[in-house]
């Protein structure tokens, strides 16, 4: 196994580390994060409660979103760009490449009114892609973007000083990524897995909290044959 650092961690982390290759590069350079020699300066863009209240934030340009309020995820479902099932799967969701989220020490918190509404439980606080799943399990039950037809990862990713306070699923979901660093950040009530990163290549978590779900789940309506 690669070099992955994995401090202070508790409760249920699920990172698939065979595939942790080398210790990720990251540095500071006058104020902008370099990731393997690329420094990301395009963006630079505050998030308020606003900016999640008609759905996901689909980050598609490269550069720096940086939280300035606790977020509560409680989002309406008349976008154009609702899943085909109905229900937003995550808060942001990261689609393209070279991208850091500067939490500032503030929560990104599933709210129990839309938990209600998704009885299922698929959501994630920062999806690393554009849908939850790739491969054949790609939009499984329509949990899709409309305007998505394959999968579509996120590399040279931070995530810095965030918290994530409850999600019914995941904290931060990914498959496939390159260069992902989450630094800082502290998980709890979390209640499927925390972090789950299927097949990441050049990863670090570092200093991060992780507690376990004291919050129950949703309970799924039950139908009777």
Same mark, same amino acid.
């Given at each position: 196994?690669?070099?992955?650092?994995?401090?202070? %961690?508790?409760?249920?982390? =699920?990172?698939?580390?065979?595939?942790?290759?080398?210790? /990720?590069?990251?540095?500071?350079?006058?104020? @902008?994060?370099?990731?393997?020699?690329?420094?990301?300066?395009?963006?630079?863009?505050?998030?308020?409660?606003?900016?999640?209240?008609?759905?996901?934030?689909?980050?598609?340009? #490269?550069?720096?979103? $940086?939280?300035?309020? @606790?977020?509560?995820?409680?989002?309406? /479902?008349?976008?154009?760009?609702?899943?085909?099932?109905?229900?937003?799967?995550? *808060?942001?969701?990261?689609?393209? @490449? @070279?991208?850091?989220?500067?939490?500032?020490?503030?929560?990104?918190?599933? $709210?129990?009114?839309?938990? *209600?509404?998704?009885?299922?439980?698929?959501?994630?606080?920062?999806?690393?892609?554009?849908?939850?799943?790739?491969?054949?399990?790609?939009?499984?039950?329509? $949990?899709?973007?409309?305007?998505?037809? #394959?999968? %579509?990862?996120?590399?040279?990713?931070?995530?810095?000083?965030?918290?994530?306070?409850? $999600?019914?699923?995941?904290?931060?979901?990914?498959?496939?990524?390159?260069? %992902?660093? &989450?630094?800082?950040? #502290?998980?709890?009530?979390?209640?499927?897995?925390?972090?789950?990163?299927?097949?990441? &290549?050049? /990863? &670090?978590?570092?200093?991060?909290?992780?507690?376990?779900?004291? &919050?129950?789940?949703? #309970?799924?309506?039950? =139908?009777? /044959?």
């Amino acid at each position: 196994m690669g070099h992955c650092k994995n401090k202070h %961690v508790k409760g249920n982390l =699920q990172v698939d580390g065979t595939t942790c290759l080398k210790k /990720l590069k990251v540095k500071k350079v006058d104020g @902008d994060l370099t990731v393997n020699g690329k420094i990301n300066t395009k963006l630079q863009k505050q998030l308020n409660q606003n900016s999640f209240k008609d759905g996901t934030l689909r980050i598609t340009e #490269s550069g720096t979103y $940086s939280l300035c309020e @606790d977020i509560s995820f409680n989002p309406t /479902l008349t976008r154009a760009d609702l899943p085909v099932n109905g229900l937003w799967f995550a *808060a942001i969701s990261i689609e393209t @490449d @070279d991208v850091i989220i500067e939490g500032n020490g503030f929560d990104i918190r599933l $709210s129990d009114e839309y938990a *209600a509404k998704n009885p299922a439980n698929v959501y994630t606080a920062i999806l690393l892609g554009n849908n939850l799943f790739s491969g054949a399990l790609f939009g499984v039950n329509g $949990s899709r973007y409309p305007d998505t037809t #394959s999968y %579509v990862t996120a590399n040279n990713v931070r995530i810095n000083n965030l918290k994530v306070s409850y $999600s019914s699923h995941f904290a931060i979901r990914g498959s496939n990524n390159t260069c %992902v660093e &989450i630094t800082g950040c #502290s998980f709890e009530n979390c209640l499927i897995t925390t972090v789950a990163l299927q097949g990441p &290549i050049d /990863l &670090i978590i570092d200093n991060c909290k992780f507690k376990g779900a004291i &919050i129950p789940p949703p #309970s799924i309506p039950t =139908q009777t /044959l």
